[in-house]
């Protein structure tokens, strides 16, 4: 087998920098990368909400948070507000935290539902220091040894400077970028891909491609021709308008998610603008439909033109094939219900490090990846299908056909068992934990007919009391936490 010593990446959005800085900022000094991008393609542009990991990948690559808020206009996420989702005029959130404070073998919603059966009518949020801090509009990092003080966080940035941050790091760091645009490849007698063929007669050659080309899918799914596992039947939104609009004066920490009659329009806030998109389905409105409703729907001057993306949800059947690995919106799309696709970018580049081909290609290595690959994207696929399944709405014909949709079994399995009891079942690895998927079982409605006997053990008395003092461990930071625009503006006058 060939030593893997050149890495292309072709591409040069979120994944295709992402991958060039992960890569060579921790096997940098055994492989070389080249990166060949097209400024006349341009980038999706869009992915500007993120969940907690992301933080990680920053503490990897040694990126200051006060240099990043400032290069990207990032502010601050601790949240996914739903709006309308269950009914119209009801909203809940998603938020990074969970709530109270578990006991061993018992979560804390157990607690609340026996205080709530007896009588008790405080919400299951008002324990959730996210939830907190994310409608009094306040933020700064909380360093406290008790762990129910914790307030993850992720960020809300502009993909663009994103992706020039990224550029700017990579190529410190020694990798190459090519300007042009691919029109073929050459391949090896094994069908593995020896080079990339630009549309001037440039020649880029590797032992390892890595297709960060955008919906196109150039090499994964246009010449390894993989396959794909279209799950539209269950997740119906196949287009998004987007459109920028003027800041807020108060930027509030958290991604508003803002159901319609047949999709849902996301408003991200940045230091500079506000992201705004509708993801919908196109058999039920048209585009322009889709426009319109979007821009009416603005509530501050939109900043340009309203733009139409297309996409298909599902996943590249091989995200790994032969000498070619598919990262981003080349391995498959899942909307951005729950703000994954970037976090999927980040799990790609950490699983292909730690499965590395050095040696050449395993085939144990590429089926490895793989499987976990799938197992990852489905998993997000029942999450986001649960908000859409499980709604009261009648308004429209989408919300009812949502609800009479074939779930998958797994999925089924887990709400079963949640509405029974409360009980909450965490497969192998779930990117979501069972803080996420319980606020959103409650959020959309679902109320568990009993909880577990432990909370037995507490006379009703004591619940309240342990409760209360919960809930005052958790509301006592808020007073001396700055609001989120100023936690900003002095973070980003940081010197870095
Ligand atoms: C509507 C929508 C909303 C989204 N919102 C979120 C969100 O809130 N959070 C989140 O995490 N993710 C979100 N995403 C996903 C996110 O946008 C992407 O995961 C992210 O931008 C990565 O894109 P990419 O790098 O795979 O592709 P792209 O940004 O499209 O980059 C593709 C690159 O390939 C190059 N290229 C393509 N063909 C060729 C060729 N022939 N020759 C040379 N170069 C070529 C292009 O020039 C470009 O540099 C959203 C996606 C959509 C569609």
Not at 28 to 43: A, F, N, R, T, Y
Not at 59 to 64: A, E
Not at 120 to 148: M, V
Request: aromatic letters at 10%; one cysteine or more.
């Amino acid at each position: 087998m060939d030593i893997v010593k050149k890495v292309v990446i072709l591409g040069g959005g979120t994944a295709g920098w992402l991958a060039a800085s992960l890569l060579k900022k921790v096997i940098g000094s055994v492989i070389d990368i080249e990166l060949v991008e097209s400024d006349e393609i341009g980038i999706v542009g869009v992915g500007e909400a993120t969940i907690p990991p992301i933080r990680l990948v920053n503490q990897v690559l040694g990126i200051s948070e006060a240099d990043f808020l400032r290069e990207t206009n990032a502010t601050i996420k601790l949240a996914i507000k739903f709006e309308n989702w269950k009914q119209q005029g009801e909203s809940y959130f998603h938020t990074f935290g969970a709530p109270g404070r578990s006991l061993a073998f018992c979560n804390f919603h157990h607690l609340w539902q026996k205080a709530r059966q007896a009588g008790d009518t405080t919400s299951l949020w008002a324990y959730d220091l996210n939830y907190l801090c994310a409608t009094a509009g306040k933020f700064a990092p909380i360093q406290s040894k008790d762990h129910i003080l914790e307030l993850p966080y992720a960020y809300h940035f502009d993909a663009a400077l994103y992706a020039r941050y990224l550029r700017k790091f990579s190529e410190g760091l020694g990798v190459v970028r090519t300007e042009g645009r691919v029109a073929n490849v050459t391949r090896h007698y094994n069908g593995h891909v020896k080079s990339l063929l630009l549309t001037d007669g440039r020649e880029v050659a590797g032992d390892f491609f890595i297709d960060c080309s955008g919906f196109s899918s150039l090499l994964l799914q246009q010449h390894l021709q993989t396959g794909y596992d279209d799950w539209s039947h269950l997740l119906p939104c196949d287009r998004a308008v987007a459109v920028p609009s003027e800041r807020f004066a108060q930027t509030l920490p958290y991604t508003r998610s803002i159901a319609h009659s047949a999709g849902w329009q996301w408003r991200i806030p940045l230091q500079h603008r506000n992201g705004n998109g509708l993801v919908f389905s196109s058999a039920h409105y048209s585009e322009q439909q889709a426009m319109d409703l979007l821009m009416q729907n603005l509530e501050s001057p939109a900043l340009g033109e309203p733009r139409v993306i297309r996409f298909k949800t599902g996943r590249a059947r091989k995200q790994w094939h032969r000498n070619v690995v598919a990262i981003g919106l080349s391995s498959g799309f899942l909307e951005p219900l729950e703000s994954t696709s970037i976090h999927l970018i980040q799990s790609g580049i950490v699983r292909l490090l730690q499965l590395f081909p050095h040696r050449g290609i395993d085939e144990a290595k590429v089926a490895e990846y793989n499987k976990q690959s799938e197992l990852e994207f489905r998993q997000i696929r029942d999450f986001l299908i649960f908000h859409y399944h499980v709604n009261q709405r009648d308004d429209s014909q989408f919300w009812r056909d949502m609800q009479e949709i074939e779930i998958p079994d797994s999925l089924a399995h887990k709400i079963a068992i949640f509405a029974a009891d409360g009980t909450l079942v965490r497969e192998n690895n779930d990117l979501f934990q069972d803080s996420s998927w319980l606020q959103v079982m409650m959020g959309q409605g679902i109320m568990p007919k009993d909880y577990h006997p432990i909370a037995d053990n507490f006379s009703y008395q004591q619940l309240r009391e342990m409760l209360a003092g919960i809930r005052a461990i958790k509301e006592e930071p808020l007073s001396k936490l700055p609001s989120h625009d100023d936690f900003i503006q002095r973070a980003i006058r940081q010197v870095s």
